[in-house]
């Protein structure tokens, strides 16, 4: 999931990899082994960005407690993401939304990256993220799945403070904690062993 008010022109670490225990998978879906092949060449943030993603231009490194969950659950990180993989149409109308259907995560949409004391970017996760409606739209009856583990259905309550789908419309998501170890699952939304101690970007700016 990610927090963005993006805008048209969108669209224009130095950590140890972890080893990548074997997981069964679906027929044609990559193993955990071969997303991190795939993969790791963007924990240079400038390999990321010479291949076409972009940072939020909110800059905001999310939090569990940022979203209304117990801070025990930890953080996801900064996310860098693909508009032309996530099949964004334009700046938030009134929310951000698309028509994308990807879910290769040998390309993954997004790639999530956590603030280093130093200023550098460490690769700790990547993403995949389609919307509800394009989805459906393309004749899939329930939500896409990795791994057996169905994406996690993202919407906004409007009887509650916060947004939780952080200014975009119904979507489906996906992390799959491939650069740094997770406690509650490799699947998990979020990770306590990640923090944004170190980022010195927006912290609650465009949350509610």
Known sequence: MIRIAIGLAAASASALVLAVPSAPNNAGEPTLEQVRAATERFRDVKVALAEGYVRDPMNICDTADMMGRPASLGAMGIHFFRPDLLGINGPPNPRVNGDGTHTDFL?????IYEPQPDGSLELVAVEN????????????????????????????????????????????????????????????????????????????????
């Not at 390309?107 to 790639?111: A, D, E, V």
């Open 107 to 111: 390309k993954p949409g997004i790639l």
């Open 129 to 208: 993220l389609v919307f509800q409606k394009s989805w459906h739209a393309a004749g899939n009856k329930k939500p896409p799945s990795f791994h057996g583990v169905e994406y996690d259905t993202m919407q906004d309550d409007p009887a509650t403070k916060v947004d939780e789908a952080h200014m975009f419309e119904p979507h489906y998501d996906r992390h799959v904690w491939l650069y740094r170890k997770n406690p509650n699952g490799i699947f998990a939304q979020f990770n306590p062993q990640v923090n944004c101690k170190a980022h010195k970007g927006s912290a609650m700016a465009g949350m509610q």
